[in-house]
């Protein structure tokens, strides 16, 4: 048995019951159940369709997400996410980047990074070292001027935990941002690279060892066994390359707004919803949200 969810933009709240009815019936599925009425909504099916993708596509134009998972154990008890470009709109060291007035160029090899083209810790390394002699006040400056939350991070943080989940904020980032924005996210732990200072100033360099790829994954591994639980117990969420092993080994592995060759990999992508997709995704109803 098979769960299939059909999410909008909740902006535009354009999921129609004429759509959701006409495709529960050409696939043999179940009578849909609403989760927010406009926004998302599900229903069962026997077998995965042959034309999924086909109709994936087809949807994706009209601005609507689709998702088929496994009926059983899609409400998952952590929730393992990546910050630049994820819980957060912006990517830090860009940020810094262009404080430091070399933007562009930094901006240019992130971007080729977080498409996988470039060896994540090299690229990181390489953009770290156009940061040397920035004051280390301007990472203040940054999270209060320019990094904004994500639509959809507070209320996916508070509801699962108000249902016994553990939220857990893994990046390839900086831990001078991953600290502030997971107390403001109410994150129960986050993870991530530490920019080394002398005397007020960046050095240019990053503690070893860098948190890349393949630390998300032991990050995975580590706090489901903490749990005491598998990684089938884990939505995960990021966007770049070095998000991929985590979403590829986690229950539910989410490409939210993701580059396209970490989109074309994934089992699950969010293109048009925000973070409250990963909600819906379990089979919460908007009455179930936690806000405030």
């Not at 997400?65 to 860009?94: F, H, N, V, W, Y």
């Not at 900086?174 to 993870?191: H, N, Q, S």
Request: aromatic share 4%.
């Amino acid at each position: 048995m098979f769960t299939v969810s059909l999410i909008a933009a909740p902006a535009k709240a354009n999921l129609e019951s004429a759509l959701l009815d006409g495709l529960a019936r050409m696939w043999a599925g179940s009578g849909p159940r609403w989760l927010d009425p406009g926004i998302a909504a599900e229903f069962d099916i026997a077998q995965r369709p042959d034309d999924a993708e086909t109709v994936w596509a087809e949807l994706q134009a009209a601005g609507i997400d689709l998702a088929i998972q496994p009926a059983g154990g899609r409400r998952k008890s952590i929730l393992l996410a990546d910050m630049d470009s994820t819980m957060i709109g912006q990517e830090c060291i860009d940020e810094l980047a262009d404080m430091a007035g070399v933007g562009p160029r930094v901006a240019a090899i992130t971007a080729r990074a977080m498409n996988g083209e470039l060896d994540f810790n090299a690229a990181l390394t390489e953009r770290v070292a156009l940061l040397q002699g920035l004051p280390e006040t301007v990472i203040a400056e940054v999270l209060d001027q320019r990094i904004t939350m994500a639509p959809g991070g507070e209320v996916l943080v508070a509801t699962m935990r108000a249902h016994g989940g553990y939220a857990a904020l893994v990046s390839g980032g900086f831990t001078a941002f991953t600290g502030p924005v997971a107390a403001r996210l109410g994150f129960d732990e986050d993870r991530a690279n530490t920019l080394l200072a002398r005397d007020g100033l960046l050095t240019g360099e990053v503690a070893q060892p860098i948190l890349g790829r393949e630390a998300k994954v032991a990050a995975l591994h580590r706090i489901s066994a903490a749990r005491g639980v598998t990684p089938d117990a884990v939505i995960a969420v990021g966007d770049g390359a070095n998000d991929l092993g985590m979403l590829q080994r986690a229950g539910c592995g989410v490409a939210l707004h993701a580059k396209p060759a970490v989109a074309a990999q994934a089992r699950v992508r969010i293109n048009h919803g925000d973070l409250t997709a990963l909600l819906y995704l379990q089979g919460y109803r908007a009455a179930d949200f936690v806000t405030g």
